[in-house]
């Protein structure tokens, strides 16, 4: 983090050169209600320097914090604590694309937008701007007790189609499966609801086995009574990075074969792969904190701070 520190303490203009190259290479996707463009470009010439005046404001998604808190510290050359105060990565990450659309937020790092996101997007008009920063992967998870180690992509389906209401069908105990699922406006739920893609066949959860937060679906498969006949599901990073505790009592499934890891997420043999992204609307002037902003994260420089906050960069 030294090295991130005095490389931004130094002016925008060396840093906006490194921007330039690193998002001008045909990287930068634009999503949702616009068509693809194939650059950002940064502001070709001056200075800027950020300040805790005109710092962006920063939410998404609670995987995405510690990327956050340290592209917030590194560029305002602040404590992690002091930036934490500053950004806001709490609610659910539609909650967070709707609040960038209303304007309470400037710049997003974010999982994929759920379908609420995209309507309310369209309904009030708003475009936004969004590059691919990093990937993570939909694991599912269960109790240490459970036997079995590995789920196949069908078998997945199944249970959460009711077709398999049994671990013993999938090489474990003859107990019943308890499947967790997350609400429908979390992140985790989008990503479920794109890869899994069961659309309406998706068996209605009991009221007490639909989860409000990670962390709670989490403790309902590693700490609550039951929790031994528990399937659920979060993404990679927030499991290892953030609640890595939980590890002590329950496990990631292997998915056809494959453990999720930074390799196989990097290389796709785990199935389950998706992008995140950092997000600003589409009109953000060139000079706007939040744009210059947005070049730096998605610039070499902010690769590699992604990579060094243990996430997998693209």
């Given at each position: 983090m030294k090295t991130f520190k005095c490389l931004l303490a130094l002016t925008l203009a060396a840093v906006l050169l490194l921007s330039f190259a690193a998002c001008s290479g045909g990287k930068t996707e634009t999503e949702t209600t616009t068509k693809p463009e194939e650059t950002v470009t940064a502001l070709p010439t001056g200075n800027f320097t950020f300040t805790t005046e005109n710092y962006p404001k920063m939410g998404g998604s609670l995987a995405a914090k510690p990327l956050g808190q340290a592209v917030t510290a590194s560029v305002l050359s602040i404590s992690r604590e002091e930036?934490?105060?500053m950004i806001s990565?709490?609610?659910s990450t539609t909650d967070n694309y709707n609040a960038l659309v209303d304007g309470k937020f400037d710049i997003l790092l974010a999982y994929?937008?759920?379908e609420q996101a995209l309507a309310y997007a369209k309904e009030k008009g708003f475009e936004w701007e969004m590059t691919a920063v990093g990937a993570d992967a939909l694991v599912f998870?269960?109790?240490k007790e459970n036997k079995v180690e590995s789920l196949t992509t069908q078998q997945i389906k199944d249970i959460y189609t009711g077709k398999i209401t049994k671990w013993s069908e999938v090489g474990g105990a003859d107990s019943a499966i308890i499947p967790y699922q997350r609400n429908k406006d979390s992140g985790s739920q989008t990503l479920f609801d794109k890869i899994i893609n069961l659309g309406d066949d998706l068996i209605a959860p009991a009221?007490?086995?639909?989860i409000g937060s990670m962390i709670?679906?989490?403790?309902a498969v590693a700490d609550y009574e039951n929790s031994a006949d528990a399937l659920g599901y979060t993404v990679y990073y927030y499991l290892t990075n953030m609640e890595g505790e939980k590890l002590n009592t329950a496990k990631i499934?292997?998915?056809d074969g494959v453990a999720p890891t930074n390799d196989t997420i990097a290389s796709g043999k785990y199935p389950f792969v998706n992008d995140f992204y950092v997000v600003i609307p589409k009109n953000t002037p060139e000079d706007a904190p939040a744009r210059i902003l947005y070049n730096w994260i998605c610039s070499e420089q902010g690769r590699q701070l992604t990579e060094q906050e243990g996430y997998v960069a693209r």
């Open positions: 930036a934490d105060g990565f709490t609610g994929e937008p759920s998870i269960c109790s009221k007490d086995q639909q709670g679906l989490l403790e499934l292997a998915v």
